[in-house]
């Protein structure tokens, strides 16, 4: 089975300070890990993912996220934050699995900057 | 491109009527996703069809709820009888290709109330 955590409900973050929302993973076998973002009255939209390779990921509106293995982590981190970053961040794992493939997302972590 | 389509936007329905949300994948995607976000449950995948087959419907919630995809560009799900627990907002998304490791394009939503 294949689990994923996001340990906070809630993060707020002053306007222009780094942010960081976390994200752990529980699979049998190598993950395919995925950001989406979701902003009111909307659906998801797609962020980032990881696949294989570097462990380093950039994606889009300035975000990355870095895949370790050892912790089994894939936090989504911003180097400086902004207004419009504040969102509703939801991370996703899923395997591969030939013949039935399916993400499992998290419950969500509420981003706010405070201007 | 138009993105995914759904409709209606916004449904409410009285306990015991039937309800067909629709969904109108994006041109050229193959895997298609029907997902229930409350926030007691958080986001649930119902059913994903590739290339128009149902893939994996164990997360349907009872016998009350079906799902068809008769081509490439359609997919429907109805609830029948509908009941007030079934109140949520209703995604589709859609994926180019039929493994995990493609990101899901979601649409706005059906924002179903059940009273």
């Known amino acids: 089975a294949q689990s994923v955590a996001q340990p906070e409900d809630q993060v707020n973050v002053a306007e222009g300070n780094p942010l960081t929302v976390k994200c752990t993973y529980s699979?049998?076998?190598?993950?395919?890990l995925f950001w989406y973002v979701q902003y009111p009255n909307r659906g998801l939209q797609f962020l980032l993912k990881y696949i294989t390779g570097d462990n380093l990921v950039k994606g889009s509106y300035g975000f990355e996220a870095e895949f370790n293995k050892s912790q089994t982590s894939f936090h989504l981190k911003k180097p400086s934050a902004l207004v419009s970053d504040s969102a509703l961040y939801f991370c996703a794992v899923g395997i591969s699995n030939f013949g039935n493939e399916k993400l499992t997302f998290g419950t969500g972590t509420r981003l706010t900057i405070i201007p | 491109d138009a993105g995914v389509i759904q409709s209606p936007r916004h449904e409410v329905t009285e306990m015991g009527q039937e309800v067909t949300l629709r969904c109108k994948p994006i041109s050229g995607h193959n895997s298609l996703f029907w997902y229930r976000q409350t926030m007691m449950r958080g986001l649930e995948l119902l059913i994903y069809?590739?290339?128009?087959?149902?893939?994996?419907d164990s997360g349907m919630p009872e016998d009350r709820f079906s799902a068809k995809m008769p081509n490439a560009s359609f997919s429907t799900l109805k609830i029948q009888p509908s009941e007030p627990r079934d109140s949520a907002v209703y995604f589709c998304a859609s994926s180019f290709g039929t493994t995990v490791s493609y990101e899901q394009y979601f649409g706005p939503g059906t924002r179903l109330t059940v009273t």
């Open positions: 699979v049998s076998g190598n993950p395919y």
């Open positions: 069809f590739n290339n128009n087959v149902p893939i994996d």
